[in-house]
């Protein structure tokens, strides 16, 4: 035994040697092949990721000051800036996320709760849902341009069909999530309030929904940020046009930050795409206040529930 | 006597008390109103997919009025917003092809050695490390993407580096490689699910018996993570054919029949896209075709997805 582990004098524990003499030369050497080939592609991941930031913030840093923010798109690449685009993102976003919040959760409710378990129109609900967050995103493009900008809900291209295609596009998310985070309560606390006489309604209030607070806020601002930064069903919506004011209503024209930056992006004039990277930089900026503030919610709320 | 006389009374007293109160019907039918609002918000979503189902067929169904479905099938010019308009879909499907085998040859395998590493090799602390930075990869937009596909990869990258041939401005490689970076995230993160689903029995049994860690994951924990792992493929196919703006932006809007991945492309969700930023009057053929490539591309996915959802379903390892 000892001959064979001349070489790797480090085995400390007689299964180890015998491993150690088990294993061939050939066999470590794939082993240390596969390692290495595991780490390049998490590495690419980072590589890719560490590309792109770095890429778009030396491309668009030029272009990276107030004016960006104060001034309106324009046709003249020194003057372009981004403000009707944010504002139409966050009244847009803000809608989306006003209706899609009690509309999902009381679906998650509804299926968490109320719903007998195997009934056919429970599983069709739940089939739906799974399948409505994998149909590509364009597809609600499709349907809002079909049913919701032209006849019969004849909306056109306004502030307010953008976010209804935005709220159907996010909500399996905050209903997926938000079923997630009522399974996590533990059945106790339900068990408890029903076996103290409250109703149904009351224990879901007063017990589950409290403690399911914070699975369903990290949810629903991941299902802003996701609307915060869709763009392909809102090409269908006439959100990809030069606007230069501000939305005042439900009823006004409008852009969308992501799709200013595809139009500053797919303009001839190469200024344009310094103004397109500043702008990617102001949108990655405000996602990343949505996720620290989904963070921040997260461990507040555990917090206190211990 | 009087014993007998007390115990119906009091027996009615306790009856009355378990007669519900006027205050208690009140709350039953609060809950009873509740619970129907919540059902129906819960079909509020089944409204959605039909309502798609709707928006689809009617101009899809229209549209083959006008182009027959052989026209549509077996052209292989797609020129339909030009004067004379044609109506071949090949291009279109070749292109939604070639950007999607490009996305997958990159993100499954990538996707999977990644999540062998996080599950089997990664320290616990590495792993805090790397999850999150994969889940701000994920939530990068698609605009984001297509920008950096189009600017950075493809004059920096492909450009460059491609040994077959000359890359266009536009190119499915480009947008292919960036598809795949995209949908990576979500490889991961499905893949590795299925991999720490599968008992510390089995990892201790292979180490046990003298196999290595590439052999304990190849041999043990990759059959037995397989249903996962050929889930979250099949989802990663649908997410590619799906995919609107990053190809959009990086491999143009010439919709060409074509095998080679250095030239521009136009896919079914670009055609879509592209389409709509034309804003076509309603009821002309251009407008029908948004439908009927949406008909298609509808159908495709929602196969897909299905397929992925019963071979979680039916294969799925029950470990303890």
Same mark, same amino acid.
């Given at each position: ?25 050939? @066999? @470590? ?149 938000? @079923? ?117 919610? @997260? ?8 | 006597?009087?014993?007998? /006389? ?19 019907? #009140? #709350? +039953? ?31 899809? !169904?229209?549209?083959?009025?006008? *182009?027959?479905?052989?026209? %549509? ?8 917003? %030009? ?15 070639? !950007? ?45 993407? =297509? ?6 990869? /493809? ?38 699910? &299925?991999?720490? &689903? *599968? ?14 860690? +590439? ?16 889930? &979250?493929?099949?989802? $990663?196919?649908?997410? $590619? ?8 932006? $990086? ?8 095998? /080679? ?21 309603? =009821? ?25 959802? #019963? ?10």
């Amino acid at each position: 035994m000892s001959a064979t582990t001349s070489t790797d004098a480090v085995s400390h524990t007689p299964g180890e040697a015998l491993a150690t003499a088990r294993t061939s030369g050939r @066999r @470590r050497l794939f082993d240390t092949a596969f390692r290495s080939l595991l780490i390049a592609s998490v590495g690419l991941a980072l590589l890719t990721l560490f590309a792109l930031l770095i890429d778009t913030f030396l491309t668009g840093q030029p272009r990276l000051n107030t004016d960006l923010v104060n001034n309106m798109p324009s046709s003249r690449p020194a003057r372009a800036g981004i403000q009707s685009a944010i504002f139409g993102s966050l009244w847009c976003v803000g809608l989306s996320g006003l209706v899609s919040l009690p509309i999902g959760v009381g679906t998650a409710i509804y299926l968490e709760e109320y719903a007998p378990r195997g009934k056919w129109y429970v599983r069709l609900i739940e089939l739906n849902i799974q399948n409505l967050a994998g149909v590509p995103s364009i597809v609600f493009g499709i349907l809002g341009l079909a049913f919701i900008a032209r006849s019969p809900l004849k909306w056109g291209f306004t502030v307010g069909s953008g976010a209804m295609v935005l709220t159907i596009l996010v909500l399996p998310i905050v209903i997926i999530s938000s @079923r997630e985070a009522l399974r996590a309560v533990p059945p106790s606390l339900r068990d408890g309030s029903l076996a103290l006489g409250a109703t149904q309604w009351q224990t879901i209030w007063h017990q589950m929904l409290p403690s399911a607070v914070p699975g369903i806020a990290t949810g629903s601002i991941l299902a802003v940020s996701r609307a915060l930064g869709e763009s392909a069903p809102l090409l269908l919506l006439g959100a990809l046009t030069f606007v230069t004011f501000n939305p005042t209503g439900l009823d006004s024209g409008y852009t969308v930050l992501p799709l200013l930056i595809f139009k500053y992006a797919s303009d001839a004039k190469a200024e344009f795409h310094t103004v397109a990277a500043a702008a990617i930089i102001v949108l990655l900026v405000m996602l990343l206040i949505l996720n620290t503030t989904a963070i921040i919610v @997260r461990n507040r709320f555990q917090r206190r529930a211990r | 006597m009087t014993p007998s /006389n007390d115990a119906p009374a009091s027996f009615d007293a306790a009856l009355s008390d378990l007669r519900p109160s006027a205050s208690l019907k #009140r #709350r +039953r039918n609060v809950e009873r109103v509740i619970k129907a609002v919540l059902g129906a918000m819960a079909t509020l979503s089944v409204g959605v997919t039909i309502a798609i189902a709707f928006a689809l067929v009617r101009p899809a !169904v229209e549209f083959f009025g006008e *182009v027959s479905p052989k026209e %549509f099938l077996t052209g292989t010019t797609w020129a339909p917003l %030009f004067k004379p308009a044609q109506f071949g879909v090949l291009p279109l499907v070749t292109g939604t092809f070639l !950007v999607m085998a490009i996305a997958v040859v990159v993100a499954v395998p990538c996707g999977l050695a990644a999540a062998f590493f996080l599950s089997e090799y990664a320290s616990p602390r590495l792993r805090a490390v790397l999850k999150p930075v994969l889940e701000i990869l994920a939530g990068i937009p698609t605009v984001v993407f =297509g920008f950096f596909a189009l600017y950075f990869v /493809n004059p920096e990258i492909t450009q460059r580096f491609w040994p077959f041939g000359d890359v266009g401005t536009f190119s499915a490689l480009s947008a292919g490689l960036v598809v795949g970076i995209m949908i990576l995230p979500m490889m991961v993160s499905l893949a590795e699910d &299925a991999m720490s &689903a *599968v008992p510390d029995s089995l990892r201790e049994g292979a180490l046990a018996l003298a196999a290595t860690k +590439r052999e304990m994951c190849t041999k043990v924990i990759f059959p037995a993570a397989l249903s996962g792992i050929v889930a &979250a493929t099949v989802l $990663a196919f649908s997410r $590619a054919i799906g995919e609107t703006t990053i190809v959009l932006l $990086a491999a143009g809007s010439n919709p060409q029949l074509t095998g /080679n991945p250095g030239q521009g492309v136009q896919t079914m969700a670009s055609f879509i896209g592209f389409a709509g930023i034309g804003d076509q009057p309603t =009821g002309s053929t251009g407008y029908k075709t948004i439908f009927a490539v949406g008909a298609l591309l509808f159908v495709l996915t929602f196969v897909l997805n299905i397929v992925s959802a #019963r071979i979680v379903r039916r294969f799925r390892q029950e470990y303890e």
